[in-house]
Structure formats: structure tokens, C-alpha cells
């Protein structure tokens, strides 16, 4: 009996030793413990990320962590810093799972995504990345980055060094260097694999190689991400192609910007979403990701028919000045004009960027084509398409979606926010809006002016639901122990500013972003601080094994 009252006592003493709350301490605790908090957010409603309703709660903050999640208020006096929260809300930093950051080690502080209310970007999609990815990731590190940055290892990337432009399977020994291109890159702290099937040369490649590949990438942890071979006409079998890579390799997929392209196709979500759910009943774990954009943005080549660009540039030039291929590429051109990209109007490509004559950025090809005396039909679009390809490519925004689909995607309990959008600067071409505006056009538009979603919904989807999908380790919710990643919006005024016709705006209404526990953005004022860090899975990932299931979405 003494043994116990002496052990009780000995708890007692060790609880009452650990409390580092200000009911816990004596009189003269201040001289022991200078400060409880380096940051005291108070007053604001805490949307913690799971989908849980919003509770008015003060956040502390110590070092890079959350330490104190409290529904009664905190004092005061015992933190360095207070941000006065009352009104507002405080929630996880978003995390977008589709970003392109090839600019980051020449625009590292990442303004255009921070301002946005962004504390982690997930690079390398499409099937584009970094590679070897260690020398990368190692020169983003010692540069600083502005937010927490992780990096998909890219298919076309890696065919592209192994068969560069080849139109044909890989051999047995070239399957095998990338198989080991891709254990490489996920060695070195990639979160997994991506592909961009509809681009040169990952067109080129059918479903085993793909599925060879991504095996390799489940065999470590990681994830699938898959640009859809095609998004227009041939929708549905994409969309089946990626479940079926999915089933075979036992990895987890995200159908990236999932959309539907071109009038012919406006509805199919319909089917998308039935399929989504179809394959998730029979053990395949697939997610969505979307912007919430009726317009999309790539490479003028998008229209050009892949076989006509297979070998290069070169080979391209070479077909284009035989009559008889000639011909054909611009039939199917006229084709994708009419039926994918093109929205079977010239108006509806805006021209974005166009190195070799930028006053024609912000304009239309149809407006090119009346510049140039031209009638302005889909086949002088074709042409000019053509003639661009020639002088060296061009980026474009295309108008081509209907937003019924992009309504009854976001609502989907699988479906999470991404942004699709790449570092940029104000004056930096004429790009789409999604680079500025991605998440509080969700918030602002979707939320509070559509209600298509609520707000604790939208917050998951921006937030514990990536960070879960992508197995992120003490990310994406609020609460006690994880990484103060926080970003502080104003539910009444936060919106999107930037337009198709003036793109470069920041957003109104998210007056706090804090990374890392620093903050990044003050009182709507972007600070520059580089308080992000470079997340290697393995690293900052759950352990391997563990499920990356992103939950049901509420």
C-alpha cells in the first residue's frame, strides 16, 4: 500500500512539473519560463482541416509547432507575439497537390503561392520533374524557399532521357534503367510518380510501361498522379486507363486537374465520378484533384497531333514541309480545334505566352489571325497553330470547359483543391488566373457565393485531405504536435482578383500566412521570409506501409 502512495505521488509531482500552461505554474513562474508562446492567435474560429465544424479556439505556437489548441482564452502575456484572430478564420495552410515550381530556385520565396494562403506545393506533375532529384532538392534547400515544397518524379522526364522522342515500346534493358530511374528518384525523397500522358514523349507510351513504372513507385510509398491521356473525346478511356494502372501497380492515384474538355463531352463528369466510385467499391484507391476554372492553360502543341512530333523539332519541320503530311496535320488540328482545345472557336484560345512576339499575349487566335488579314476560321487556326510551333512553341489558355462539370466534381467527397499553377511575377507573361488565384476563388466563389461547398468542406479539401493522400507527416490539420503551417482568412472578403484579361492581382482577404511558425505574410503584407523547408519522403512521410487514404471527404 505505502509502494502506491508513493508512486501516486510521484505522478502528481511529474504532471503538475510538466504543465506549461499558465493555471499550472506559481507566482514566480515567469523568471522560469520567459514566454509560453512565440505566438498567441486568439479569438478566431479554428477549422482544423478534418471537415469538423469551426470552433472559436486560441492557437499557440512554440518554435515550428503547434503547441496549445484551447477553447478557453489564453493569456496573453504569455506570448512574444499576438495576432488578434476575432472574426476570422484560422486554418491549416493549404496544400496544393498539382503545382508547377520549375521557377523556384530562380523565384524561391514563392509570392504568387504564399499570398494565396499556400504553405506546400507538391511539384513535378504532368510528368515533368527535377532528375537526379537529390542535386535539386539540395540546391533549393541551401537557396531557402518561401513554403514547403515536395516533388513528384516525372515519366516523360525520365523517358525522355532513356528513348528522348522515340514513337515505340521501350526494350526490355530501357524498361529496366527507368525502373531504376524511378527507384533512384524515390531513393533520393520523391512523394511518387507522375505522368502526363496526353504530352510528348509520355503519349508515346502505352499502359504496361506505365503500370512497370508506377509499381516501382508503390513498392516505396508512393503515390500516382496521371495527367489523363486524353481529357476531351477520349475521356472515359482515360479515365479507365488510370484506374487500370492503379489495380495493376497496387498504388494510390490522383486523377490530376480532372476536368472535361470540349462541348461534345460537357456532362461526362456524370460518368467520371460513377467510375471514381465504382473502382473505389472494388479496392482501387483513387482520388481527384481540380482548379476551379472554366478554362485551362498548356502549350499551343496540345492541338498538334502527337505522331507529328515524334523525333523533335527536326522530324516536325520535316513533315510539315511535305504537302501530303502537311495536310494531315492540319486536318487534325482542325479536328482538336473543333472538338478538344479549340471549343470549335478561335476566341476561345487565348494566347498566354509568346517569347517571339509578346504583344500577342492576352489576345486570342482569332484576333491574330484578323491582325494578319486572315479569315478567322478553325483552318487559319490551324495554320497559325503551325506557324507557331515553327517560330519555337507558345503557352495558351483555352476556354473549353462548362461549369456544371466543374460544380459537380468539386462536390465530390474524393475530390481535393489544386491549383495547376506555376511560380510566376507580376509582368511575367500573360498567365492564367490559377497561378494567383486558385484558393480563395474556391473560398470566395464556391463557398460564400455558390455554396456548393461549405466551409469546413472546402478547408479539408485544400488541406487534411491533400496532406493525408499525399502522407504527409504532422500537415494539413490543426492541432496539438503538428508544424505550425497556418493561414488566417477573412471568410467575408477573401477573393480571387486575378482575371483572364489582368492576371497578375494577389488575392484580397487572407491577411496571415505562417510557415514553419514564421510568419510569411503580415497584416497582408508578404514579408519574404524563406521559412520553408524541402519535405523528402521517407523524411517527412509517414512511415512506408502506413495508409495514405484520403478519407471520405466531408
Known sequence: MRAHVVLLA???????????????????????????YDLLITGGTVIDGTGSPGVRADVGVRGDRI??????????????????????????????????????????EAESAVRQGLTTSLGGPDGGSPF??????????????????????????????????ANRAPTAAELARMQAMVAQAMGEGAWGLSTGLKYIPGAYSRTPEVVALARVAADSGGIYTSHLREEGLGLIE?????????????????????????????????????????????GVDVMMDQYPYT??????????????????????????????????????????????????????????????QPDLEGRTLRDWAVERGLPPTLETGAQLVVDAMLKGGASAIYHVLEEDDVERIMRHPQT?????????????????????????????????????????????????????????????????????????????????????EDPHQYPDGIPYVIVNGTVAVDGGRFVGVRAGRVLRRGVDGIPVGTSVAGGAGR
Open 10 to 36: 510521484l505522478a502528481v509531482a511529474a504532471c503538475t512539473s510538466s504543465g506549461d500552461t499558465a493555471s499550472s505554474r506559481g507566482p514566480d513562474s515567469a523568471s522560469v519560463v520567459a514566454e509560453a
Open 67 to 108: 503547441v496549445r489548441v484551447s477553447t478557453t482564452a489564453l493569456p496573453t502575456a504569455d506570448a512574444a507575439r499576438v495576432i488578434d484572430a476575432t472574426g476570422l478564420v484560422v486554418s491549416p495552410g493549404f496544400i496544393d497537390l498539382h503545382a508547377h515550381l520549375d521557377p523556384l530556385l530562380r523565384l524561391p
Open 132 to 165: 537526379p532529384l537529390a542535386p535539386y532538392l539540395d540546391s533549393a534547400g541551401k537557396l531557402g524557399v518561401g513554403m514547403n515544397v515536395a516533388f513528384l518524379a516525372g515519366h516523360n522526364t525520365i523517358r525522355s532521357e532513356v528513348m528522348g522522342r
Open 238 to 282: 482515360g479515365v479507365g486507363e488510370a484506374i487500370r494502372i492503379g489495380r495493376e501497380s497496387g498504388i494510390p492515384i490522383v486523377l490530376t486537374h480532372h476536368k472535361v474538355v470540349g462541348k461534345p463531352m460537357w456532362g461526362a463528369s456524370v460518368r467520371t465520378l460513377a467510375m471514381v466510385d465504382s473502382a473505389r467499391a472494388d
Open 295 to 356: 478554362a485551362t492553360y498548356t502549350g499551343i502543341s496540345i492541338l498538334v497531333p502527337a505522331w507529328a512530333m515524334a523525333g523533335g523539332n527536326d522530324e516536325f519541320r520535316k513533315r510539315v514541309n511535305d504537302p501530303a503530311l502537311r495536310d494531315s496535320i492540319l486536318r487534325e488540328i482542325v479536328f482538336n480545334l473543333e472538338n478538344d482545345r479549340g471549343g470549335g472557336d478561335l476566341s476561345r484560345v487565348q494566347l498566354a505566352r509568346v517569347a517571339w
Open 416 to 500: 481535393m483543391i489544386a491549383s495547376d499553377g506555376r511560380l510566376t511575377a507580376p509582368g511575367e507573361g500573360h498567365p492564367h488566373p490559377r497561378w494567383y488565384g486558385t484558393f480563395p476563388r474556391v473560398l470566395a466563389r464556391y463557398v460564400r457565393e455558390r455554396g456548393v461547398l461549405t466551409l469546413p468542406q472546402a478547408v479539408h479539401k485544400m488541406t487534411g485531405q491533400p496532406a493525408a493522400r499525399l502522407g504527409l507527416r504532422d500537415r494539413g490539420t490543426l492541432v496539438e504536435g503538428a508544424y505550425a503551417d497556418i493561414t488566417i482568412f477573412d471568410p467575408a472578403t477573401v477573393a480571387d482578383r486575378a482575371t483572364f
